[in-house]
């Protein structure tokens, strides 16, 4: 398992590829299942010029580690790769990765979608949009992210 | 026995307090509740905030021990 908070743009293919060739055994996995979290240049009926990302330093490793360690337990995850922007971020950076090495593609799509939506309420992590010059927001709340009706 | 308590504040909330963190010292044995009205009298908690003690999510009722770190936040809003 890797988390990793990053000050600076990343890659996810590169880091995706790089860790598994350095973690995972070739013959090991037949399931990987990469989610992308990437910021995008509007919101909520507002164009975003940027974004600044603020985390709790220590709690957020912490809660992401005991999320991931939660899906081991309930899947059978071969190895977890977690990588989330923090700082300054511009429309279509990526803000967040999620790559899960397992088996079978069950096991790697629902561990994935665990991790990610644990993430989402409940790794300290907090957006400011910028909406121009000296107008700025906090988004208040994580969309649903899927359909309910 | 006197209890020194870190107490930090985060995003929305560290900015409408205008501070980032407090060091506190208490002669008796608090709830996260109580940490919260010693170090903002008179400030109400506001709706939806969320408490960590040591890093680790807690109810507001929970008991404060001595250099605990106790954090105050509003809901989370990455990924």
Request: net charge negative.
């Amino acid at each position: 398992m890797s988390i990793k908070i990053s000050a600076t743009a990343f890659d996810p293919w590169q880091e995706v590829q790089t860790y598994q060739k350095s973690a995972l055994r070739a013959g090991q996995f037949g399931a990987t299942s990469v989610f992308i979290g990437t910021m995008r240049d509007f919101n909520d009926g507002a164009a975003i010029q940027g974004m600044i990302l603020e985390y709790y330093p220590g709690m957020t490793e912490k809660q992401l580690e005991k999320i991931v360690g939660e899906a081991q337990q309930q899947w059978a995850v071969l190895d977890a790769l977690v990588i989330h922007r923090v700082g300054a971020i511009l429309p279509n950076e990526p803000i967040v990765l999620v790559a899960v090495w397992t088996a079978h593609r069950g096991d790697a799509f629902d561990a994935s979608r665990y991790i990610m939506e644990a993430l989402k309420s409940r790794a300290p992590f907090w957006k400011k949009e910028l909406l121009g010059p000296e107008d700025e927001r906090w988004l208040v709340a994580n969309t649903q992210g899927y359909k309910t009706d | 026995m006197i209890m020194s308590i870190k107490v930090r504040y985060f995003a929305s909330l560290k900015e409408s307090l205008d501070r980032s963190e407090d060091e506190l010292a208490f002669g008796k044995s608090l709830t996260v509740r109580e940490v919260w009205q010693c170090a903002n009298a008179g400030k109400p908690l506001p709706a939806h905030i969320l408490a960590a003690v040591n890093m680790d999510y807690v109810d507001l009722d929970s008991i404060v021990q001595d250099n605990d770190e106790v954090a105050f936040f509003p809901p989370v809003t990455g990924g």
